[in-house]
């Protein structure tokens, strides 16, 4: 019998390819097996559309191999099949490149290793045990006082002892011999600094607010629906708990359950909590922090079914579940969870597409929704689940707003008085501090006093930036490092010394290191946090306390969990106003709300301050009063008027290229096709451009940008597939970069 199969190649093509394939390997292939298969001379990796079906092969290159192997799972389920079409097409990206790029690093060709399991740490814990009168120790002792905790409490770890019995170990020890107490250790999961992730006790009872939310959600999973769910709760609310009962609801009903989160450090405190609650052999994680083997060990394991709950970062969307009973993804706001290489998707909304393909609810939790989402959850599109008190009582950070323009400042204007007195009482009441500056480097520019010109990168349209620990400029753009030139390069005048111009966190730490001489100063950025050891020492020392003050990048507002700080600054809030982009407010509102909820997580109150020259922005009032609504109705309001998101779709397309002129005729080329088609498909969208990029050149490619406004996202794919269409490719050295929804324009 002639038999032959559609493949969905991972090369740039738009179709997929016939393939014949021998008799024996026809029974391997189903919907979205691995195969190799011959393109252009060489063999490449291709996804089976369906299985083999008889036809005519006169023609047809046989495939070359089946990848995934008889009796083993499939590396990608082929129940996914519509799930990934959809994606492709909604991110109009080639099936076949998006098949393979979902896949961990080394599963796209080559058979996988062994199964790896991330690595564990072990921690001591306490259990209370009746033991012989003889041993027990007598009242009013700490040994005493040990026992009865635990006779409360439950089984606790010893870590979490320290600071209420400091010589806990010696303590435990001894009841231990004395047969009143049992130790065990139990593997935990480390987190960032390396240092074990003690799990949240499990809740004696929900609060009426979790109640209530649970009452609306539990049912949603048992009925293996589709439903989109908006769970809005401020800080510390206890949204996490929910995640837990819906993991533990899909489990019931004989399903799998998948948490997303933005970052790493929030995967491992949600890793620690559900195996600590559910059990080691229930859990698999996948993330950029593990190891490439260890990734492609997790990804098997989930592939055959092995774990019904996983955790992880954005990639984690493309899991191989095949029997899903609810999504959770945190901080549904996280800009992390856009991809900006390769297929430019945001995790976020493949997460809701995956739950209608696969039948379940998927719950959105966070404390500041997107823009987006929020109004899609006013139009009762998501079903909103709102949580608004902090479980522990802790009390909202104190929110003070300093105006620039009329403020008393020092250390060369970044420091107003307010801040810096609220910085020394904070640190005499042996509190933490955290300064918030959004540009790392010593100054964002070296400007000539001759002719006024800045230093600016050989291969990019930016200055570069003056970093003074490295004795260099650097660009922040494409990473070029060259060393602080004598002269300007551009006048060659020597005499007039370049000037340092703006602020950066390394400027801003020597500036404090001068102001309080007895201050401990840190700083977390990329510079100081280069690589996985540097972060772990920097969180290491904040958590111990032997840190004072950190300055921080927008690193230091995200997931850590830093229980000591009293105060947060934010040393330039127009920093986030000012970007030349309809997304700037919503930034800035997220962020001041997120540093707030850094402020004094754990007891006291914190308290924040916001140094800003524009003291009436929207963002910064309603970040400053607690109240959502003052952000959100203005901002739709503005939105709308403007046609952007959640309005208009934006689509935005970038043409690459060395020459100039080449790169901008093919951007001007494209932008007349889109006029046409839009013509012809929908008049009321808009095409905006061609026009250089907002950095015109980087890494010597230059950059044109074109922007299709239109009501819908079905119709902004149709005018860009028939533009394309007419268009034909970009000629030979220039490159499109299709980017759907994007984040940055
Ligand atoms: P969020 O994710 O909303 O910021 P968390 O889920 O981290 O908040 O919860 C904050 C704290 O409250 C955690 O320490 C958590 O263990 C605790 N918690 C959550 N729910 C309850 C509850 N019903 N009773 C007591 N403590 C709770
Ligand atoms: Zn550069």
Not at 136 to 155: F, S
Not at 264 to 283: A, N, Q, S, T, Y
Not at 472 to 480: E, K
Not at 638 to 661: H, I, K
Request: charged share 20%; with cysteine.
């Amino acid at each position: 019998m002639n038999l032959r199969v559609e493949v969905a190649v991972a090369a740039p093509l738009w179709r997929s390819l016939s393939y014949r394939v021998a008799p024996e390997l026809a029974p391997l292939i189903k919907p979205l097996t691995r195969l190799l298969v011959p393109l252009r001379g060489k063999d490449r990796l291709g996804f089976a559309l369906g299985p083999a079906e008889p036809g005519d092969p006169e023609g047809l290159k046989p495939i070359s191999d089946v990848l995934d192997e008889a009796g083993e799972p499939q590396l990608i389920p082929p129940s996914l099949l519509n799930f990934f079409s959809r994606a492709a097409a909604y991110y109009q990206a080639p099936l076949g490149q998006t098949l393979a790029w979902s896949l961990p690093a080394g599963l796209g060709g080559e058979s996988a290793g062994a199964v790896k399991a991330p690595g564990r740490a072990q921690v001591a814990w306490a259990a209370w045990r009746q033991g012989p009168p003889e041993g027990a120790p007598r009242p009013g002792t700490q040994a005493a006082a040990l026992l009865e905790h635990l006779h409360e409490q439950g089984p606790l770890a010893l870590d979490s002892l320290r600071e209420r019995f400091p010589r806990v170990l010696a303590l435990a020890r001894k009841l231990e011999a004395g047969g009143w107490l049992s130790l065990t250790h139990r593997p935990v999961v480390k987190d960032l600094t390396g240092r074990p992730i003690l799990p949240e006790p499990e809740p004696a009872a929900y609060t009426e607010e979790q109640q209530a939310a649970l009452e609306r959600l539990l049912p949603a999973i048992s009925a293996h629906k589709f439903e989109p769910f908006l769970l809005y709760g401020v800080t510390g609310s206890g949204k996490t708990e929910m995640y837990v009962a819906a993991c533990r609801a899909a489990m019931a009903a004989g399903r799998q359950a998948l948490v997303l989160a933005p970052e790493i450090g929030l995967c491992l405190r949600l890793e620690g909590l559900l195996k600590d609650r559910f059990g080691d052999d229930k859990v698999a994680v996948l993330h950029s922090g593990l190891s490439p083997a260890v990734r492609r060990g997790q990804w098997l394991a989930i592939a055959r079914g092995q774990a019904p709950l996983v955790v992880g970062a954005r990639s984690a969307v493309f899991a191989p579940l095949e029997r899903l009973g609810v999504i959770c993804l945190d901080e549904e706001q996280d800009e992390s969870y856009k991809q900006n290489d390769r297929l430019h998707y945001q995790a976020r909304d493949l997460a809701l597409l995956r739950g209608q393909e696969q039948d379940c609810p998927v719950l959105l939790g966070t404390a500041t929704p997107a823009v987006t989402t929020y109004w899609r959850a006013a139009q009762g599109k998501l079903t909103r689940l709102t949580l608004s008190k902090r479980v522990k009582n802790a009390v909202l950070p104190v929110m003070e707003v300093v105006d620039l323009r009329s403020a008393g400042r020092l250390g060369g204007g970044f420091l107003s008085v307010q801040l810096k007195q609220a910085l020394e009482q904070n640190v005499a009441e042996g509190r933490q501090a955290i300064l918030f500056l959004n540009r790392r480097g010593f100054a964002p520019a070296l400007i000539c006093p001759a002719c006024g010109r800045r230093v600016g990168c050989p291969a990019c349209s930016v200055s570069l930036t003056l970093h003074k620990e490295q004795n260099a400029l650097v660009c922040h753009t494409c990473g070029h490092h060259q060393p602080i030139p004598a002269a300007c390069p551009a006048c060659g005048q020597s005499e007039a010394e370049l000037k340092p111009l703006g602020l950066g966190t390394e400027q801003v730490e020597a500036t404090l290191a001068e102001l309080f001489p007895a201050m401990r100063l840190g700083r977390l950025d990329r510079d100081a946090a280069a690589n996985p050891t540097q972060l772990r020492k920097v969180l290491g020392a904040v958590a111990k306390r032997e840190l004072d003050v950190i300055v921080g990048t927008q690193m230091i507002t995200k997931g850590h969990h830093l229980p000591g700080i009293g105060l947060v600054g934010i040393l330039l809030a127009d920093q986030a106003l000012g970007l030349p982009d309809f997304r700037a407010a919503e930034r800035a509102y997220t962020l001041i709300t997120q540093a707030a909820g850094r402020a004094g997580r754990e007891g006291e109150a914190g308290r924040v301050i916001v140094q800003t020259y524009d003291p009436a922005h929207h963002a910064l009032r309603a970040a400053l009063a607690h109240d959502p609504a003052l952000f959100y109705e203005p901002e739709l309001e503005e939105r709308q008027a403007l046609g952007y998101p959640p309005f208009a779709r934006l689509v935005s397309l970038r043409l690459e290229g060395a020459s100039e002129t080449a790169t901008a005729a093919a951007a001007q080329n494209l932008a007349r096709a889109l006029e046409r088609a839009k013509h012809k498909l929908e008049p009321r969208a808009r095409i905006l451009g061609p026009a250089p990029a907002p950095i015109a050149r980087i890494q010597s490619r230059w950059r044109w940008l074109i922007l299709i406004k239109s009501p819908g996202a079905g119709v902004a794919a149709s005018i860009l597939r028939l533009a394309r269409h007419q268009a034909g490719p970009p000629p030979a050295g220039v490159r499109l970069v299709v980017d759907v929804d994007p984040l940055n324009l």
